[in-house]
């Protein structure tokens, strides 16, 4: 007791709740440096920091054993015999009914839709770098992006392409309901800082969607410490904000998956969809494969992460067999300085 008392004697309350805030204030910091150092740990630290997140996500699940997914999938199939009435209603009634942002009119016949998707990279002033080699082969100008927008926006007003997300295409693919035969996916590769400036003014006055696909450590969280000319995570933000845009995985480090064993490449693979849904609280259902380099572990690992399709960098379009058929390695047409929009989207 004596003991007791004398502490209370010698107790400073100001002095201590000094402390208190001292250590609140280095606890937010430190904090903080972790949370920011997280995207930078995934390039300099991949096997020690990959392996950390990806344990939980990456756990091969008994193929069995319904996933957190398909139960709510279930509970939702359940419920669902009033939706679907109610949705036969108003299709007897309006001849319409919404399904994802755009309004369809009817389902079509699986056999008769095609989905081209398009693969574009840079939107840049010049193909040619300082010593004037030609360097960005995939690059497009800002006129000419601007001339493809205006294009699409034509076809879209008069019906004859449906742009999607990636997202969409499988809501699509599940209810086997596609609301055009002709579905248009725009699709841009490895998140550069061109795409954010040149793409988000079109296509907010062309009203045309697009998906990125974003490679997880090239994301930095600020403009100072941009790497490289990627887009920033606020870049980013903003696209997805703007609902014109939606980003998908384009692997953690943008390597030779082909070089990497399964374990490897299911890091990458894993985490880098994980990490940008956490980092972006979105959902990702598709891949493409870092410079459209795979090989049938790539297409496992695709699987086993829970992807619904990977895109490959092969020309062609995909029918609705091809979804199911060979979902992980599906086709686009390459966009580049010579493509012209009549070419693109006249097939
Ligand atoms: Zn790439």
């Known amino acids: 007791m004596k003991l007791f008392s004398k502490f209370f004697d010698s107790f400073d309350i100001s002095a201590f709740f000094s402390w208190l805030m001292i250590m609140v204030a280095l606890f937010l910091i430190v904090n903080q440096w972790w949370i920011q150092g997280a995207a930078w740990d995934i390039e300099l630290k991949i096997d020690d920091k990959l392996k950390w997140e990806s344990m939980e996500v ?39 009914y919404s399904l994802g942002p755009s309004p369809i009119k009817a389902c079509f016949p699986s056999h008769q839709v095609r989905i081209n998707a398009y693969m574009y990279h840079y939107v840049r002033e010049s193909h040619r770098d300082s010593s004037g080699s030609v360097v960005y082969g995939n690059s497009i100008t800002p006129e000419t992006a601007r001339a493809h927008y205006e294009h699409l926006s034509s076809l879209q007003s008069q019906n004859k ?16 309901c596609f609301p055009h035969s002709n579905i248009v996916m725009l699709t841009f590769d490895d998140g550069r800082w061109d795409n954010y400036h040149y793409l988000l003014p079109l296509a907010r006055e062309f009203n045309i969607k697009a998906n990125l696909w974003i490679i997880a450590n090239r994301i930095a969280f600020s403009v100072n410490e941009r790497i490289d000319s990627f887009m920033t995570f606020e ?20 390597t030779d998956l082909r070089q990497k064993s ?86």
């Open 161 to 176: 392409i449906h742009l999607a997300f990636g997202s969409e295409i499988e809501e699509w693919e599940k209810a086997d």
């Open 58 to 96: 990456c756990t091969i699940t008994d193929e069995n054993e319904p996933t957190l997914e398909e139960e709510t999938h279930n509970a939702n199939a359940a419920a669902a015999p009033l939706v679907e009435k109610k949705a036969d209603k108003s299709l007897h009634f309006d001849d319409s």
């Open 235 to 254: 870049e980013i933000r903003r696209m997805i904000d703007s609902g014109y845009f939606e980003i998908q995985s384009h692997s953690g480090t943008h």
């Open 262 to 347: 399964y374990e490897a490449q299911r890091l990458d693979i894993c985490e880098s969809t994980k990490y940008l849904e956490k980092l972006f609280d979105i959902k990702i259902n598709n891949f493409v494969y870092p410079m459209g380099l795979y090989n049938q572990t790539s297409m496992n690992v695709a699987r086993d992460c829970w992807l619904s399709y990977a895109f490959t960098t092969l020309e062609g379009n995909n029918s609705v067999s091809d979804l199911s058929v060979y979902p992980f390695e599906l086709s686009r047409w390459r966009v580049n300085r010579w493509s012209t929009a009549g070419d693109l989207y006249g097939r």
